[in-house]
């Protein structure tokens, strides 16, 4: 369904990278649900009591096999625990878990969904019996679901077919990455393919790793057109088929050297430990972003 705000403004931007808490309590709602209702019971299947098959999820069966996949999840699904203040008298607060293990928890319900068909109602335990279990459908109306609850709340995942989940990237890095050209250099190539694809993972540490190798590519370019030089003069040379202009190459001489001691002040050239490290995913975007727009302008100019 689409909703009437969406036409109005506009989809949210898909930008969030953190989990908030109502989409935890959604999420929680929305999975608790399906197991009320004998949506994993095909997997995990709790079975009558007179021997006629299945009626339901088993919740233990669920919560030892979430338990034997997930550490960071716990079912019955926390979303507060109790905190005990300075004065010591204990409060309920609201409780997220770590956002991979909260997406960890949704691939693992799409791989366990079904469907059910309940079949003849078992009157003496108050209960229908459930008589099969589509899982395309189950997984079909689990994954809209899900993917709803992200896009409404400008989370940048989407849940797809296969049970794996994608970072939505912007659009204008997604152009950038689809743009990356083919060099003569095979192992300028790799570090940028390899760059590109992380910087698409959900996990903000693999998405680290990509600025690490995005800045090796950068490092690796400045000795590419002429190797038998130093990497100062290379590096100019290829300034110099980049633009002819007196004040836009002095501009990406500038830009040049502005990248390169960011490389070297944060924690992706170098690990000493005065360099500082990116904790934030949109700053690690940015900056990739910004490597990447120069790259790419490099990268059309090798000769």
């Not at 990455?177 to 993972?201: F, V, W, Y």
């Not at 980049?242 to 960011?262: G, H, Q, V, W, Y």
């Not at 934030?280 to 990268?299: G, K, P, Q, T, V």
Request: hydrophobic share 35%; with cysteine.
């Amino acid at each position: 369904m689409k909703y009437f705000s969406d036409s109005e403004r506009g989809a949210l931007s898909r930008t969030n990278n953190e989990i908030p808490y109502n989409v935890w309590c959604g999420l929680v709602a929305f999975i608790q649900k399906l197991i009320d209702t004998g949506c994993f019971g095909e997997n995990f299947p709790e079975l009558c009591p007179d021997g006629q098959g299945c009626c339901g999820t088993d919740e233990r069966g669920f919560s030892f096999a979430l338990k034997a996949e997930l550490s960071g999840v716990e079912y019955p699904f926390v979303t507060e625990k109790d905190e005990i203040p300075d004065d010591w008298m204990s409060k309920r607060v609201p409780f997220i878990p770590n956002y991979l293990d909260v997406l960890d928890l949704v691939q693992f319900c799409y791989a366990n969904v079904s469907k059910p068909t309940l079949g003849s109602y078992h009157s003496y335990y108050g209960h229908h019996h459930i008589a099969s279990f589509d899982r395309t459908a189950g997984q079909t109306e689990f994954l809209e679901k899900v993917n709803t609850i992200f896009a409404r709340n400008g989370l940048a995942y989407e849940l797809l077919t296969d049970g794996q989940i994608k970072r939505v990237t912007s659009g204008a890095l997604s152009s950038v990455i689809q743009q990356t050209p083919k060099t003569s250099d095979q192992e300028l190539n790799d570090l940028l393919e390899h760059a590109n694809r992380k910087i698409c993972n959900t996990d903000v540490r693999v998405r680290y790793g990509a600025l690490k190798e995005l800045w090796d590519a950068f490092e690796r370019i400045k000795t590419v057109t002429e190797p038998e030089k130093n990497k100062k003069q290379s590096m100019a040379i290829l300034l110099d088929n980049c633009s002819s202009d007196p004040m836009f190459r002095a501009e990406l001489e500038a830009e040049a050297k502005a990248l390169t001691n960011i490389g070297n002040a944060f924690f992706i050239r170098h690990s000493e430990t005065s360099q500082i490290k990116l904790t934030d995913s949109n700053h690690i975007e940015y900056l990739f972003l910004r490597l990447a727009s120069f790259m790419l302008l490099l990268a059309k100019n090798l000769v």
